[in-house]
């Protein structure tokens, strides 16, 4: 664990989109601790790239008062609320030089001072309509973005910060969250509508596979060991699902793009967006329509269901092992 975060209270953070709140657990425990107000439609919280900071993702949805929240990681406590546009998720370059908040409604990147998030360049990306989350080359030249009301990728140049790439996946479904291999070679794509995972080449910027998982592929989380990537199958594939649907969570084997295992969620469930705990024995995932939060332990499967607000989404484990932060719920480097 890097000495940064050597202070940080180990909590799980949750936000709801509904209630417009946070709650925070211990995970040891496996009870909520706290709970405090932040902006309107907490969507993600993201630890910054210098890992000193949590930061919540209001949206506001169809509204014009969107905003970040600050955490201290070492209180657990919320700071002054910033007035930022349509924050719907947010990365950071791998220089740490910017944080780029995805302004989703709006189909723009903001490139702000990771600091005090004030603007300094937007990248209009028109052709990605729904562009919500996003992961880096392994060099950190480009991201690719999913554009998950398009059913396609696209390609951002971060060097020179301009599109270089659209591309329409072959089943024309509505890909969510993004992660590369751990050696770098390819991306692997969720896709609420198609049910599992494309597999893209980043440097050519074309899908070579695709990998079944189960209903409503959602959300990708990386084994401690980097041997295996967990899929949150949300069990619908509509954006508003119903409660106790088909949800699963799908173990892919990296090297074999394989599904090794998958663990039902006991009377059905709805996973989301979350992470792996520190010491990789745990994943936690957000139930996004049925109110609780996913504590599954990642030997056996086996699944411990913690009541908090409504509709859950991505939070965040902290501490996380890293040297720096892209952003998310911790896509740690």
């Known amino acids: 664990m890097m000495m940064a975060v050597a202070g940080d209270l180990p909590r799980v953070y949750v936000p709801h989109v509904k209630s417009n709140d946070v709650y925070v657990i211990d995970p040891a425990t496996f009870k909520v601790v706290d709970r405090f107000k932040v902006g309107i439609n907490p969507q993600h919280v993201v630890p910054s790239w210098d890992l000193r900071t949590l930061w919540v993702a209001n949206n506001a949805e169809g509204r014009t008062d969107g905003s970040l929240t600050p955490i201290d990681p070492r209180t657990g406590k919320p700071g002054r609320t910033i ?133 409503g592929a959602h959300g990708l989380y990386p084994s401690r060991d980097g041997r295996k990537l967990y899929v949150a199958n949300r069990g619908s594939n509509r954006i508003h699902g119903p409660p106790k649907g088909k949800g699963s969570v799908s173990v892919v084997d990296f090297a074999t793009r394989t599904v090794d295992a998958t663990w039902p969620l006991p009377g059905g469930g709805s996973p989301d967006m979350g992470n792996v705990s520190e010491d990789g024995k745990w994943l936690w995932l957000s139930a996004r329509y049925d109110d609780v939060v996913y504590a599954i332990d990642t030997a056996t499967g086996a699944v411990q269901s913690i009541p908090v607000g409504k509709e859950p989404h991505g939070l965040t484990v902290w501490p996380q092992p890293g040297r720096y932060s892209l952003g998310h719920t911790g896509n740690m480097r």
């Open 83 to 215: 007035k930022v546009d349509d924050p719907y998720n947010m990365y950071f370059s791998p220089d740490g030089k910017s944080a780029i908040v995805v302004a989703e409604a709006l189909k723009r990147l903001d490139f702000r001072d990771p600091q005090t998030m004030a603007l300094q360049s937007s990248l209009p990306v028109p052709d990605c309509p729904g562009i919500n989350h996003a992961d880096f080359s392994i060099d950190g030249r480009y991201a690719i973005f999913t554009c998950e009301f398009k059913g396609a990728l696209a390609k951002i140049d971060l060097v020179n910060r301009k599109v270089v790439g659209n591309l329409r996946l072959s089943k024309g479904g509505m890909p969510q969250d993004i992660r590369i291999s751990p050696d770098g070679k390819v991306f692997f794509v969720a896709d609420m509508k198609a049910d599992g995972l494309f597999v893209i080449d980043g440097e050519s910027f074309r899908e070579i596979g695709f990998v079944p998982t189960g209903v």
